[in-house]
């Protein structure tokens, strides 16, 4: 097992002499040096009352949970949940740095593993959690996926998510695939099907849905495509989406194909990235991209999509959760993918180890038994209907949005309205306020929605359930399926077209970067997301293409090579993980 390393290896070049000072061994007040087993199996809802500090990486909500779910969390452990939110907070490298340089990033943790997990071991910010493990006994399900995820380690600091006993080689998203082009379809119908052989051929249709629609039901532009910067890294996250209707997913500066076919530069001029970036330049030369992209987040976005303002959306679960209500798809609107001839749209295959996300306990937090055992919780049927029914998840709390009609499991009247209606106002004896305002901030899921329910002996996301599928067929999505040989959901159309490349689960994670790597990262990256934003608003042609050379110098002087020589061998590192999987799961 390897031992915990000195303090200073904890992200010094950034986080300086702060830092070091602020490392410990990896013990706090609250955990004595005993690893003696402790039982979690106690009624916590009569311990006193506690907040805890939940950092979140995934979070798009910052401040006390509220709601429902919060509602659920203090009758159970007599717990509230203070999210801290870098996607809420801006300059999330910043704020992490900042709390791991005090020595105290939080109670409950949520963060990448990798790097970032590996470094929080290292510095003695994550705590050993042991010695509760035993009597954890529903993560423990997933034993392989926990000691996977801590192999290498002295201790089991953190908790896979995702988790799933699937097969790697299934589709881990369910009905609809994470991604694809999803259209307002009945402005599609009314431009009467146009065929679409490759990507660039979106571009004539959507510019005809817009023109033929110019002006949203509220009275606002109506835009083919509209962007966001909140989700920028190592490139353009908007960019990087289009590439992955053709197979591929990004590891660093690097588009990876799901089945290690090829392996791109995003840099290169003949890239999916820089095809992306054309695309959207050809977009905005159409007038057909949003000219507040540069500025709006995307909660500013997500309305736009509520409002019918935007024609296109990249994920399901933006165009169909914003916009796809009953009251819309029952008077004949809404996002259903549209067929492309050439599209092989990448897959994430069900990461039977866990997905690049993890749980964990911080060294100094508060009462951390009760913390391990909420943790324990999320991985139980009932916290996995709960914490897992954000946007197209699972189902919510059995008795408020579903209830069992013998043995099959229906929505109530409050559940159809909050889960396909759009939203709902919660009963008072369950939280009050919005539904939708209620969901579990933790954006986080422990297990996939599409495992089965051992109650039900049905997936937990409700959009399976028969009794579910016959009341949510609308003319809308009866012309689709008709239109696409009758497939019965997006992720049925695909398989049965051959269009759907699935990566095997393999829960990889990349190695840490160096500090030099790291710090050459950081300065090419910057450029990436500046440069690409500075292309797709070009002038003209000649402008994007010289920003494009000159992208490429700058990134060539900053040491991008060194950094994709890295990430080059990562990705095929992944690859040999993911056949690894297969052949492990045969």
């Not at 007040?29 to 006193?48: E, F, G, L, M």
């Amino acid at each position: 097992m390897r031992t915990k390393k000195a303090c200073a290896l904890l992200m010094v070049p950034l986080l300086g002499a702060a830092a070091l000072s602020a490392c410990s061994s990896g013990s706090s007040a609250n955990d004595d040096t005993s690893q003696a087993a402790v039982s979690i199996d106690q009624d916590w809802s009569k311990a006193d009352p506690i907040t805890i500090d939940v950092f979140d990486g995934l979070a798009n909500y910052q401040g006390i949970q509220s709601g429902w779910f919060a509602k659920i969390v203090k009758d159970k452990f007599n717990m509230e949940l203070n999210i801290i939110a870098p996607n809420v907070a801006g300059g999330g490298d910043t704020l992490y740095n900042t709390r791991v340089a005090g020595g105290n990033l939080g109670d409950l943790i949520i963060t990448d593993k990798g790097q970032k997990m590996d470094d929080l071991v290292d510095g003695g910010l994550l705590l050993d959690t042991s010695k509760y493990y035993d009597s954890m006994t529903n993560v423990s399900g997933y034993d392989a996926a926990v000691q996977k995820l801590n192999d290498g380690k002295d201790g089991v600091y953190a908790f896979p998510t995702q988790v799933s006993k699937l097969q790697p080689t299934d589709p881990s998203e369910g009905l609809d695939p994470t991604f694809g082009a999803y259209v307002r379809w009945d402005y599609y119908a009314d431009a009467g099907y146009p065929d679409i052989s490759t990507l660039e051929d979106l571009l004539p249709v959507l510019k005809e849905m817009q023109d033929n629609h110019p002006t949203a039901d509220n009275g606002g532009k109506t835009y083919a495509l509209s962007l966001f910067k909140d989700w920028d890294g190592n490139m353009m996250n908007l960019a990087k989406q289009p590439t992955c209707l053709y197979g591929y997913d990004e590891l660093g500066f690097v588009l990876a194909k799901a089945d290690g076919s090829d392996y791109q530069s995003i840099l290169d001029s003949d890239s999916q990235y820089v095809r992306a970036l054309q695309f959207y330049f050809d977009a905005n030369q159409l007038g057909i991209l949003d000219p507040e992209s540069t500025t709006q987040n995307y909660d500013t976005l997500f309305s736009k999509y509520q409002n019918g303002q935007v024609l296109l959306s990249w994920w399901p679960w933006l165009g169909q959760s914003a916009y796809n209500t009953t009251d819309n798809l029952a008077a004949g609107k809404g996002f259903e993918m549209v067929p492309i001839d050439d599209q092989q749209i990448f897959s994430y295959g069900a990461a039977v180890y866990g997905s690049t996300q993890v749980l964990a306990i911080g060294s100094k937090a508060k009462d951390p038994a009760r913390i391990a055992a909420f943790i324990d919780w999320l991985y139980s049927r009932e916290g996995v209907l709960a914490s897992g029914s954000q946007t197209m998840g699972a189902a919510g709390p059995e008795g408020l949005t579903w209830e069992l009609d013998g043995d099959q499991p229906t929505l109530t009247d409050f559940g159809k309205d909050a889960l396909l209606g759009g939203d709902a106002d919660v009963p008072s004896e369950w939280g009050g306020g919005k539904y939708a305002d209620g969901v579990s901030a933790l954006n986080v899921t422990t297990v996939l929605p599409i495992d089965i329910d051992p109650k039900t002996g049905l997936q937990y996301n409700y959009k399976y359930w028969p009794s579910v599928q016959e009341i949510t067929g609308t003319a809308l999505t009866d012309d689709w399926s008709a239109t696409m040989d009758d497939a019965t959901s997006t992720m049925d159309y695909l398989q049965k077209s051959d269009q759907v490349l699935v990566a095997p689960g393999s829960g990889f994670s990349a190695p840490a970067d160096s500090s030099e790597i790291e710090s050459i990262r950081n300065q090419v990256k910057a450029s990436i997301v500046e440069y690409s934003w500075k292309m797709v608003f070009a002038k003209d042609q000649a402008q994007f293409d010289s920003l494009l050379a000159e992208l490429q110098k700058t990134a060539d002087g900053l040491g991008y090579s060194q950094v994709l020589d890295f990430d080059m061998d990562n990705a095929k590192a992944q690859n040999d993980a993911r056949v690894a999987v297969v052949d492990a799961f045969k």
